[in-house]
């Protein structure tokens, strides 16, 4: 079992160059740095594993709302024999998925490196500042808000955990979330998505049950109008968007109904919560992994 933080962020916010000393600005990392970084080290584990007489028999990778092109990648990898671990992939679970254009629309990189070098300067410091002031009360609204169908469902250690992790290696972690909202995981995911078609890997989904959309949008970039008649606002962000949470929306391909007809089976469960469901409900999450582990 496997449980990493991703580069940049909380335990692995502290990057050293070759010759051991510290990376002072974290260049912008992307969806295939990050797989490279999870996929080294199911292969790692998988040689420590073999050591201690006991193999990998095969791998499922899960990942929440706007990670999922990472778990996508990995997988897609695994399908072109170009990933370094050796045992089979056979399951992608994403639980909070957003809406199907996040994964099937890209956006420029070259305006994501500009909102990227904007937010590691000046502005990206202050909004750090007033982010962390006052014990978190930002972090607290914002995901009251934002993460959870009932604020109560946070609990105590939400917030200091979060303080916690963004003041590691004085505050590196910063540069992951920059990244975040500098829209590098809105890489789209077509090209993985092409690769697991027909591949006999399944990809499901959980879902919360609280419906209501994530209404944060990104200072940096904005997606595309579809038309005037879609509905919903065409600034989208990268947390797990739901796709049926108003009469427009419900009528709108989703994700699981694009992977089902991938042949990726593309089961959804519901469990109580919105977003942060493996917080909200940390029990119907671990039933849903396993009843769609064992199917």
């Known amino acids: 079992f496997l449980s990493p933080d991703l580069l940049g962020s909380a335990t692995a916010s502290g990057p050293m160059d070759e010759r051991g000393d510290p990376i002072l600005t974290v260049p912008l990392l992307n969806i295939t740095d990050w797989t490279d970084q999870v996929t080294r080290l199911m292969a790692e584990c998988e040689i420590e594993s073999e050591g201690a007489g006991h193999g990998v028999g095969s791998w499922t990778v899960i990942a929440n709302g706007g990670c999922s092109p990472i778990a996508l990648k990995v997988a897609s990898n695994s399908v072109r024999k170009v990933a370094p671990f050796k045992a089979a992939l056979t399951n992608v679970i994403v639980s909070s998925p957003p809406r199907l254009p996040f994964f099937l629309e890209g956006t420029d990189p070259a305006r994501v490196q500009k909102s990227y070098r904007t937010l590691s300067g000046v502005t990206g410091r202050l909004f750090w500042w007033y982010a962390l002031r006052r014990g978190g009360r930002f972090v607290q609204k914002f995901s009251e808000r934002n993460l959870v169908g009932d604020a109560s469902n946070l609990g105590e250690e939400w917030t200091p955990n979060c303080l916690e992790a963004a003041g590691l290696f004085g505050g ?124």
Do not use: H, P
């Open 172 to 295: 590196m972690s910063r540069y992951s979330t920059f990244a975040f909202l500098a829209g590098a995981l809105q890489d789209g995911c077509v090209e993985s998505l092409n690769a697991l078609k027909g591949s006999g890997i399944t990809i499901d989904f959980i879902r919360g049950t609280d419906k209501r959309r994530n209404r944060a949008k990104s200072w940096f970039w904005t997606r595309k109008k579809r038309n005037s008649n879609a509905g919903g606002d065409s600034s989208r962000g990268s947390e797990g968007i739901d796709d049926a949470n108003n009469d427009e929306a419900s009528t709108e391909e989703t994700i699981s109904q694009y992977v089902g007809k991938n042949g990726n089976r593309g089961k959804e469960l519901l469990i109580g919560g919105r977003i942060s469901l493996a917080w909200e409900d940390s029990g119907g999450y671990a039933k849903s992994v396993l009843e769609l582990l064992c199917e």
